[in-house]
Structures are given as structure tokens and as C-alpha cells.
């Protein structure tokens, strides 16, 4: 299947209630602070409507995304993402108590080996904690090495633990239309966010250090494109089942 099919049929899945999703309460995995708002927004935001806040997990610091700044050394940065993920979160109705930093490094996220491990049981440690019961990771078909990897975290844990596991997609709505897909039709489902859109879009803004003006002293550094937030910002999200 090419990628545009793909991506049509994943248009296509049926709309279905938030509590087919998430019943209870959910663990969301972020590579970096910012997919927490840019592929679950909306379902935050949901979720906190409904009484039922999720647990957050940001697994790297994101520096990588400015790594030549002199104005923003990593320590800054970390702290400036971290600052921007809970103003985020903030507009979608989530406490900052409801948001983990694991600070991992920024594009090394482990595949696999001992510390891969110990990430697994740590998760499953604050899942059991806040009584999560449904696991959403990035979609195992987004083309980024940390999000390849917090996918498969997710499904180690759900292995572990017996957790129920949904995948959103990021950057797996900006393949080519012409690859060439490992994939057969998706099975999953659509969220209606129209209520939730315009928090959604709030939140993705306050990811600032994102849009290149607030770090001007990295020419390599990086800035969301315009084409993944028209993707991303609409008026439903995507869970797919593996």
C-alpha cells in the first residue's frame, strides 16, 4: 500500500467515542514535549473534560533540537521545554502533576538492552501507580528514530503489564504519497475534537521555541512545518491498533 492510500484510509476509520478509547485512564507516551499536544491534544483535552485526566510521559528533553544555540545550551533548553509542555498540557485541562519528564537524551531513545528495560519498568511502575489501564504511543510508522523507539517501548510495556495499546501518528502524516507501505489497511478509529480544536491549537502554540522566533542563533535548528500542523490540527485525531 502507498502511503497516500494509507493515508486515506486512515481518514476514512470510523468515529467513535471517547470511552472506546480510553475507558479510564490513560498513559500517553511523548517522544519529545511537544507530540503530547500535537497527536493527543484533543484527546487530553477530552479526556480532562470528562473527568478523567491522563498521565503524560515525555521521554526525551528535546534539545536536539537547537544543538548549535549558544543562547540555548542544553540546560536552558531543557528547562524552556519542559516549561512549554506544562503550559501546554495547561491549556488542554491537565495538571502539571499529571505531566513525567524521564529526560532521556534527545534523539536516543533505546531500542532495546538494559536501560530499554529499565524504561519499561519504570512506566509500568507509574502506570500501576495512577491506575492507567490504556497505553497510547506514536505510531510504529512515523519516521523518526525516537518515535520508532517510544513505539516499541509502548509495546513491551502493554506485554508487561497487560495494558490496552492505541498508536497516534505525527510524522507519519508528511510520507511521501508515493511510498511504498510494509502496511495493509489500518485497523483503528477517529476521535471527534471539533470541541476541543481550538484548545488543541493553543497548546501546539505554546510549544514557542518550535516556530523559529524565539531561538535565532541556530540556522540548523528546528521549526515545525506548516504542512505537519495543517495535518495535525483538525477536527479529529487517529488511533490506530497494531
Not at 36 to 65: F, H, Q, Y
Request: proline share 8%.
Amino acid at each position: 500500500m502507498k502511503a497516500a492510500a494509507l493515508h486515506a484510509a486512515l481518514h476514512a476509520l470510523p468515529v467513535v467515542p471517547l470511552a472506546d478509547i480510553v475507558p479510564g485512564t490513560a498513559m500517553i507516551l511523548a517522544p519529545h514535549p511537544d507530540d503530547e499536544s500535537l497527536g493527543c491534544g484533543g484527546l487530553i483535552a477530552a479526556c480532562c473534560a470528562a473527568g478523567r485526566p491522563p498521565l503524560v510521559v515525555v521521554m526525551t528533553d528535546g534539545v536536539a533540537s537547537h544543538p548549535h544555540s549558544s543562547d540555548w545550551p542544553a540546560t536552558r533548553l531543557r528547562m524552556q521545554r519542559q516549561g512549554e509542555t506544562l503550559r501546554a498540557v495547561a491549556c488542554l485541562g491537565l495538571a502539571a502533576q499529571r505531566v513525567v519528564f524521564l529526560n532521556l537524551p534527545d534523539t536516543a531513545v533505546p531500542h532495546e538492552g538494559r536501560l530499554f528495560t529499565r524504561v519499561v519498568t519504570t512506566l509500568a511502575g507509574l502506570a500501576r501507580r495512577h491506575g492507567c489501564a490504556t497505553v497510547l504511543a506514536p505510531w510504529w510508522a512515523d519516521p523518526h528514530c525516537d518515535h520508532e523507539a517510544t513505539w516499541k517501548t509502548g509495546v513491551a510495556l502493554c506485554q508487561q503489564g497487560g495494558f490496552a495499546l492505541w498508536a497516534y501518528p505525527v510524522w507519519g502524516w508528511l510520507l511521501a504519497p508515493d511510498r511504498e507501505m510494509d502496511e495493509g489497511a489500518p485497523h483503528g478509529v477517529r476521535l471527534d475534537i471539533t470541541a476541543c480544536r481550538a484548545a488543541k491549537a493553543q497548546a501546539v502554540r505554546m510549544h514557542e521555541s518550535q516556530y523559529g522566533g524565539l531561538i535565532t542563533d541556530d540556522p540548523t535548528g528546528f521549526t515545525l512545518p506548516e504542512t505537519l500542523l495543517d495535518a495535525l490540527i483538525t477536527d479529529f485525531e487517529v488511533f490506530v491498533r497494531p
